[in-house]
């Protein structure tokens, strides 16, 4: 089986804490403090393998990536189905609630996403197969180990996943600088939330099969927001706006 690396306290923290299929821990000689020793401790209570290494084998590993002295040999991260996210959804009584990323390729981006996607309660993120960023060590390290908790699917051509969560009965709202203020667009009840992608934002045919366009008023000199600032504004705001409802 292939693997993939995450590195980062954080990251391997949560994917020792979500039971993941883990094959290594490397830890840097010397490293202590922190979660280091309740990572230690942790992978041997799981019976996997901890081996200490040279700085320079994990500056390896994860090139650019700043590791803290730690990193997993981790199976690939197991995508799951769009059932799966609605069963999620009815099992934890509630209106259903998807980020679908619309071909967003900036690693940092789709991590801070996913990060504020679990923390908002979201119940799946979505995204293309083609044209979007890779789920890997950068993106789990962004995410600060959210990427184990919150289910990814893969989708094929997002119009027609737009069509098919409409007739599932879902209310499809996209983020563009020219839909109405964002507080004045209904984020109740089942919700997907489609942000566009970097430089581009939504696609034509995207924007075209959304239910509702929604804006963030921007009174600055710059004209928007990145894509995981964007996006975090717009699911706080539905989840202010279902507390108020009760839903």
């Not at 000689?29 to 020793?37: E, V």
């Not at 390896?60 to 069963?87: E, Y």
């Not at 504004?233 to 279902?242: G, P, S």
């Amino acid at each position: 089986m292939a693997e993939d690396i995450i590195a980062g306290r954080n990251s391997v923290t949560e994917a020792l804490r979500s039971q993941r299929s883990i094959n290594k821990i490397l830890v840097q000689d010397g490293a202590k403090g922190g979660s280091i020793g309740e990572i230690i401790a942790t992978a041997k209570a799981r019976n996997i393998l901890v081996e200490f290494v040279r700085q320079e084998r994990l500056d390896k590993l994860v090139p650019g990536l700043r590791h803290q002295g730690v990193a997993a040999m981790v199976a690939p991260i197991a995508f799951q189905s769009l059932d799966d996210v609605f069963a999620r959804a009815e099992a934890e009584g509630e209106d259903l609630f998807i980020l679908l990323l619309d071909e967003l390729q900036d690693p940092q981006n789709v991590g801070a996403l996913i990060r504020t996607a679990d923390a908002a309660g979201v119940h799946g993120v979505l995204m293309p197969k083609r044209r979007s960023c890779p789920l890997n060590a950068v993106v789990a390290k962004i995410s600060a180990g959210a990427v184990e908790y919150v289910p990814v699917v893969q989708i094929g051509n997002i119009a027609q996943t737009i069509e098919e969560l409409q007739r599932r009965g879902c209310w499809v709202v996209g983020a563009d600088m020219d839909g109405e203020e964002h507080y004045r667009t209904n984020l109740t009840g089942p919700l997907v939330l489609v942000i566009g992608a970097e430089g581009k934002g939504l696609g034509r045919l995207v924007k075209q099969k959304c239910d509702a366009i929604a804006s963030i008023p921007m009174e600055g000199g710059v004209s928007s927001l990145n894509a995981s600032a964007a996006g975090a504004v717009l699911m706080y705001e539905a989840v202010r706006q279902r507390r108020c409802t009760g839903k």
